[in-house]
């Protein structure tokens, strides 16, 4: 860390750091880029929201470009705008580069890697410190663009959030209730967690009325506050939650009909997000996982008869890890903690006295037999190249498999 820097700073570069630890990417300056152009984003996004406030204190955010250059100025003070106001990121369009970047740089989802770990670390650094001040120079204006963001697709240089409203001190604090254990907004730093409680609206709710109703459009994102809902698929009650939970991600998530009917089962008071603050704050951070392990998921054969909702609450449940070649993941006798789902790479399986005996790659599994039979390990697996792993804790295997266990359990390679 260099220390001569400001604290803000400092704080920055430890959070990169984390990510770096997180995702040990293998193309360090495009996963560098990719951050720091996220982070930049952020904070567009959280000043653009606060925009109204720092004009009443005179403090011009976003200044017209016209403006900076239309007033003569000397030499020097013109030089001195110019640099403080009009920062030109090296991505914009007219960099020579830039067509490289706009095509090249959804290169490998395998990059946009994020460990929760980082992500809780993050959390808790960032919890520490308080918004920076702003620098003297500050321009909120600059440039943030550079890729095709595969996680945000809308781009934040043509958004403001149309819900924002200052939530007052009472608010405030029966919203911190609300969403104190909720998983969504603990994975938000500071300054994102304020942009989303600010845009919140206050929904009162009776007892027996509809919230949402299976096959409409996605509108909001729903967090309880008060009350107790009950979630309908083809008219079965599938599912029940209180205060604390949420609800109505998946529609705005995948752009897809609402999953479920959701009804009332007590009066209730809900906080509504819209959709575009959902799409643009909480689908890169929050839900992160999902979006990262969708591919995966939906294109691993065993895992076929999941739903959306199951394969969601599942890649919710798997973390991310790398094997170099030669590396045991699994050693044959050993108890069973994880289950393993290959993203890339391969690996071996083998048996004492008997060899090499089975051969796994991209979108096979492994580790089900330990933990399906409660035996010790029934084989050694070995990375033969870079191997990149989900894993899924015993914990999760039992509860979030649903059916896909079944197929495991045929499946099985040690049951003759
Ligand atoms: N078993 C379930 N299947 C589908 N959706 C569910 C289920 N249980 C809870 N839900 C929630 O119900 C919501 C209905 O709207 P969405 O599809 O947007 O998002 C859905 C989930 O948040
Ligand atoms: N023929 C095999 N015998 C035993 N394990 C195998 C075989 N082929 C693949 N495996 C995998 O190797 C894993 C070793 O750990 P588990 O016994 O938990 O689960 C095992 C299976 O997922």
Redesign the pocket.
């Known amino acids: 860390m260099v220390s001569s820097l400001p604290k803000e700073s400092q704080a920055e570069l430890q959070l990169f750091q984390n990510e770096i630890n997180a995702a040990n990417p293998s193309d360090f300056l495009q996963f560098s880029a990719n951050y720091f152009n996220k982070r930049l984003e952020q904070q567009r996004a959280f000043l653009k929201a606060r925009e109204p406030e720092f004009k009443a204190k005179n403090i011009v955010l976003f200044p017209e470009p016209e403006e900076s250059f239309s007033r003569p100025q000397s030499a020097q003070s013109q030089s001195r705008s110019r640099s403080s106001v009009m920062f030109k990121s090296p991505f914009v369009n007219e960099d020579p580069h830039s067509n490289v970047f706009k095509s090249g740089f959804n290169l490998d989802p395998h990059e946009q890697d994020t460990h929760q770990q980082a992500q809780e670390e993050q959390q808790h650094t960032r919890e520490k410190t308080s918004t920076p001040p702003l620098p003297m120079h500050f321009n909120a204006q600059r440039r943030t663009s550079v890729s095709g963001e595969t996680l945000q697709p809308n781009n934040f240089d043509d958004w403001t959030p149309d819900h924002y409203k200052e939530k007052s001190e009472q608010q405030l604090q029966r919203l911190e209730k609300s969403i104190r254990n909720n998983f969504l907004f603990n994975k938000l730093d500071s300054d994102s967690k304020r942009l989303v409680i600010n845009c919140l609206e206050e929904k009162s709710v009776p007892k027996g009325a509809t919230i949402?109703k299976?096959g409409?459009q996605?509108d909001y994102?729903y967090v309880v506050e008060k009350g107790t809902v009950d979630?309908y698929?083809n008219d079965n009650k599938?599912?029940s939650?209180g205060p604390g939970s949420?609800?109505?991600?998946?529609?705005?998530?995948?752009n897809?009909?609402?999953?479920?009917?959701?009804v009332a089962t007590s009066d209730c008071l809900l906080w509504a997000l819209d959709r575009l603050t959902f799409r643009k704050i909480l689908l890169g951070s929050s839900f992160k996982k999902r979006l990262m392990y969708d591919d995966l998921l939906k294109s691993m054969p065993v895992l076929k008869s999941l739903?959306?909702?199951?394969r969601?609450k599942l890649a919710d449940a798997l973390d991310t890890k790398i094997y170099q070649p030669g590396e045991t993941i699994i050693r044959e006798g050993d108890q069973g903690e994880n289950f393993y789902l290959i993203e890339y790479g391969a690996v071996d399986v083998s048996k004492k006295g008997q060899g090499v005996i089975n051969k796994l790659k991209d979108h096979d599994y492994f580790g089900e037999v330990a933990l399906l039979n409660d035996l010790p390990r029934q084989a050694t697996v070995t990375a033969t190249k870079r191997t990149k792993v989900a894993t899924l804790g015993k914990s999760g295997f039992q509860r979030l498999l649903g059916p896909a266990v079944d197929v495991l359990k045929l499946n099985d390679p040690t049951r003759h």
Do not use: C, H, K, W
């Not at 949420?246 to 995948?254: I, K, P």
């Open positions: 949402i299976q409409d996605g994102f979630f698929v599938v599912n939650s949420s609800f109505g991600e998946l529609a705005l998530m995948y897809s009909p609402r999953a479920a009917t959701v739903t959306t909702y199951d969601a």
